[in-house]
């Protein structure tokens, strides 16, 4: 018995490493999906639209209350029961196949619902850290709410979140070594796949905090560049 079997390591890692398309795709798509969510929460939470508010409250509160894990299981057990429930009760859905829909779809749909809350409330802060005085002098000079939005509050509100856009991406990518409750094969399920075979788990899932550890540094990196290259127009950071 080895306690480190560095052949195997060798071996397995290129296997690992080639499901790096499937958590990129996850973690990127899911974090786009968040983003669009997290801002139309945030509007709502800063418009204080009646019954949406509270709706939005119970949103955030629910998700950041239970582990993300809990909310894969209820979407991938939840979703197909409904569409079977509809297709049952009210003869809905009847073209799609429950048993066909892939697995990523759920994992797409939970995370991109996990992430959303917490962006909601980075977007809401980023908005309103933006200085009342730009928006009433945007107004004097004839623009509508959405023309303010859209050229004055947006763009400095982006870089306000974006330290924080950068932290969620990352957890996100961390975050996505659970997806193979869905029978989604990551990273990590591959590496366990792997490890599994010989019972090696020792080399597989240091090759997969490897593969974790190289893209989260590139992706930090690629943040603060574009901070860095954002911030250089901002005469008021010096």
């Known amino acids: 018995m080895k306690l480190f079997d ?125 200085g009342r005085g730009q928006v009433e002098a945007a107004s004097s000079v004839g623009m509508t709410t959405a023309q303010t939005m859209t050229h004055v509050v947006i763009p400095q509100a982006f870089v306000i979140a974006l330290p924080n856009f950068g932290n969620a991406l990352i957890s996100a990518i961390k975050d996505t070594s659970l997806v193979f409750v869905a029978g989604v094969i990551d990273i990590l399920a591959e590496a366990r796949i792997l490890g599994a075979r010989v019972f090696n788990y020792l080399e597989v899932y240091i090759g997969a905090a490897l593969v974790y550890w190289i893209i989260c540094i590139v992706v930090e990196v690629l943040i603060k560049k574009l901070e860095e290259h954002i911030r250089r127009y901002d005469r008021s950071i010096v």
């Open 6 to 130: 560095f052949a195997f390591f060798i071996e397995s890692f290129p296997k690992i490493l080639a499901k790096l398309p499937v958590t990129l795709l996850i973690s990127v798509a899911a974090f786009a999906a968040a983003v669009i969510i997290g801002f139309i929460v945030a509007l709502i939470k800063i418009y204080r639209v009646p019954v949406l508010q509270r709706l939005a409250d119970l949103y955030i509160s629910f998700i950041r209350g239970t582990p993300v894990l809990v909310q894969l299981y209820i979407i991938c057990y939840g979703i197909p029961k409904i569409i079977y429930y509809e297709q049952v009760n009210f003869n809905r859905f009847t073209m799609v196949d429950v048993n066909l829909i892939p697995g990523v779809i759920y994992v797409l749909v939970a995370y991109s619902v996990n992430i959303g809350a917490y962006q909601a409330e980075t977007i809401r802060s980023a908005i309103e850290a933006v």
